[in-house]
């Protein structure tokens, strides 16, 4: 019985040293929003260029960089990215969607839809007029739905490997929200970190802090909300694809694809015979430049998921020049 009360403490111990280690880049603020009959808060930084004598940093030109984070991800791994968008003058606003991150992770149906009303709500509210947005993983998908349903508010797109590339229903077997949370609820640091491991080819000892924001996130307000939130909002990505509507998109698009990437969401549920037929980004992404009239195609050998954590400097270099 000590032994387990002591394992069960260090546990604990672990779980507040790992929730104290990620600290936002910048300020967090909140809005206060009304999600189904919800008071909600919506967590997101607000950086702004500043300059100074003895600064590198450009002055404000004037345009708004969004940044759409992936489902497993939260504002905090934007931080270097924001760093050399603020020293090209640009404003970057970096939501916590809710359900997400530092935000509340509300009992609602969660849909893009609403995703992407509510980062509407936000812009509107911080009187912003046009964006470019920037969107990763269900961060792209996300970013489809809203620029098909506010394409007069989105100057460029820039997809960076988003999912939602295929349509999961089609190939994956359903599995049920109380099914999901099953296993939502299991999770612990070491699940959170082997999972983080497919995204990159290669291990690098830099990558812990991403899976240490993770975890925090997942204490927020408490695992088990945490985990129902994230076993809701794996539905709403099996649940609404967004592969048919790509030849709707309107605006300059920049895709941006780490040719190594083999995610699928929910591939522990293919049947092996079938997982080499799915999760191929070197095919997705040129299914995915073919549909999009105004687009230039990056793709990255070697590079996984997470292209501007893995290959910071091309990520950086192709998306300057495409906003620029």
């Keep these: 019985m000590k032994k387990i009360t002591c394992l069960l403490f260090l546990a604990g111990w672990l779980s507040v040293a790992y929730a104290q280690k990620t600290e936002y880049p910048y300020p967090v603020i909140y809005v206060t929003i009304q999600v189904e009959k919800q008071t909600v808060k919506m967590a997101y930084m607000d950086v702004q260029p500043k300059t100074s004598a003895n600064s590198s940093t450009k002055a404000s ?4 960089v969004l940044l759409f984070h992936g489902k497993n991800f939260n504002g905090y791994y934007w931080k270097d990215v924001i760093t050399y968008l603020v020293a090209q003058g640009y404003r970057v606003i970096v939501p916590d969607q809710v359900g997400f991150g530092k935000s509340d992770k509300p009992n609602i149906h969660y849909s893009f839809s609403l995703l992407a009303s509510n980062t509407m709500m936000l812009l509107r509210l911080l009187k912003i007029d046009k964006v470019n947005i920037i969107g990763h993983s269900m961060g792209g998908m996300l970013a489809t739905r809203f620029v098909l349903m506010f394409p007069e508010k989105v100057n460029k797109l820039i997809y960076e490997n988003p999912i939602g590339l295929e349509d999961y229903k089609t190939f994956v077997p359903y599995r049920s929200p109380d099914e999901q949370f099953v296993d939502e609820e299991k999770s612990d640091y070491n699940s959170l970190k082997n999972y983080q491991k ?21 204490q927020i307000p408490d695992m088990k909300t ?82 501007h954590i893995q290959s910071p400097e091309k990520f950086k270099e192709s998306v300057l020049k495409f906003l620029n």
Excluded at 202 to 217: K, T
Excluded at 229 to 258: C, H, R, W
Excluded at 263 to 291: C, D, F, N
């Design 61 to 64: 030109n004037g345009q708004v």
């Design 198 to 218: 497919t995204y990159y080819p290669e291990w690098r000892p830099e990558y812990e802090q991403y899976v240490a924001a993770q975890f925090d996130a997942m």
């Design 226 to 307: 945490a985990a129902w939130a994230s076993a809701l909002t794996y539905d709403m990505i099996y649940q609404q694809p967004v592969v048919y509507e790509f030849k709707n998109i309107t605006v300059p698009t920049l895709i941006i694809i780490g040719q190594s990437d083999r995610t699928i969401v929910g591939k522990k549920l293919v049947p092996k015979e079938k997982l080499s037929e799915h999760g191929q980004y070197p095919e997705l992404g040129k299914a995915l430049y073919q549909q999009i009239k105004k687009t230039t195609l990056i793709e990255l050998p070697g590079v996984g998921h997470i292209p």
